[in-house]
């Protein structure tokens, strides 16, 4: 405002000197108008600069403005330390959440006191997704708290409201989880720390979104002391399914797999290999699975059999650059295009990388990281055909009276593989539930593709339980990434939870 308020002294005093003709006859003031037409000119120029300056700086002002209140106030409101969110609570009852099936996953009640208080009806089972509104804001209420305090109600109502005292009611918001899904999720991984993510292939939606150990954000503010000191062991406060970092195990062989074709259009059918339930790469051992021997295996039943010698010998003969490069366009590496808290999964296999950490990674150590969000993008994209589509969460907003205020959309992160490779990578996870260690899915009446994993991640040869897939194969719906934290095998720990929830979905 200073610079706009010395732009308009200026003009006045500018215009205040040439209109001066007071005292002297009409006349001479025309004769002096005439001598001085030169000065006037350079007058009128400068004036001219002056008013092109202040439209400037003022336009500047109106595009700040409206910025600031179409964009960045949305931002501001959403950081979980600003003042003025505090300032529109008073003026707003925080709208509720809804499942995409219309039931409520967070909502405020108004005390007898008058005090607004948030609940949540579920309590720890959409704690992670849905999030919290006390002690550092995250989730759902993070990401749409501006729409949650603003309210579209009928403006004269609003008003009235307003001379009442009263408060006006938030936007509701619906997300695009599935009540019955995420409850059937939370109770099978039990109380095992791992997370489950469950995704439409087609779209993005996420549909279940579950991470252990939880908490009960109704009492977050009580537990929150206990909850800090035990951030070293259990980490309850982190979302494992966004941003627990894991060794993929097996199940990266499917992304060894897309390699290997797309490296060997013609002859990937014909490979072979004969296991022996152990082999050795250039000084570096690798065993299967108890070393088991798996005896003669094409590249179908290596994914089937899940044999880490095979995919240790197809390893040695890819291209590093063109396999990271495969890696990254699945978004290892990269930033998720996400409204949520997130972690990035990492791949490290370059061309100085050696055959002891290559033949590692192919078959799923080695130093790669993923989150279970990110296996379950890779499982989603091959369902959908090779397109990857952009996870979201939140479907709509709607008013008190049900009116929609503003819809998401489905996001395409564009074609990651073509349909023909995604074509032959499914019918190899379909193998995997015919007759390989998913074959306990193999009961429902539909067919499923996945690929199980099982991560070690200390030198006892503890591992993690992994199990990515979709169903049906022939029109996927559903897209799921389960970890189950030290369990010990993909088919045991990972299977069953997955298949609780084909059922759920799908049926039997
Ligand atoms: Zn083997």
Known sequence: MQRLQTGREKIMKLSAGEGHETGKGRQSAVRSRFKASDDSIQGNKQILKVTYAVVIIFLCMV???VNFMVSDSEEIINNPYNKRRDILAEKVVRGNIYSADGKVLAKTITGDDGEDKRVYPYDNTFCHVIGRITNSMTGVEREQCYPLLTSHSNPLKKLANTFKGDKSQ????YTTLDANLQ???YKALGNYKGAVVALEPDTGKILAMVSKPDYNPNTVDNDWDRLVEDEEDNSALLNRATQGLYPPGSTFKVMTAIE???ENPSSYNSYSYKCKGSDSFEGNVINCYGKEKHGEL????SLAKSCNASFAEIGMELNVNSFKKLCEKFMFNKQLPVKFEYKKSRFELDKKSDAGELVQTVIGQ????ITPMQNAMIAATIANGGEMMIPYVVDHTENYAGQTVKSYDPVSNGKIIEEDVAAVIEKFMKEVINDGTGASLSTLSYKVAGKTGSAEFDSEGTSHA???GYAP???PKIAVSIVVEGAGTGSQYAVPIAKEMFRQYLGE
């Open 183 to 185: 409850q059937i999720a």
């Open 366 to 369: 080695g130093k790669t990281m």
């Open 466 to 468: 992994w199990f990515i």
């Open 473 to 475: 194969a022939k029109n």
């Open 63 to 65: 595009g700040y403005l």
């Open 170 to 173: 938030g936007d509701n918001v």
């Open 260 to 262: 290997y074709i797309l």
């Open 298 to 301: 094409n590249l179908s039943k």
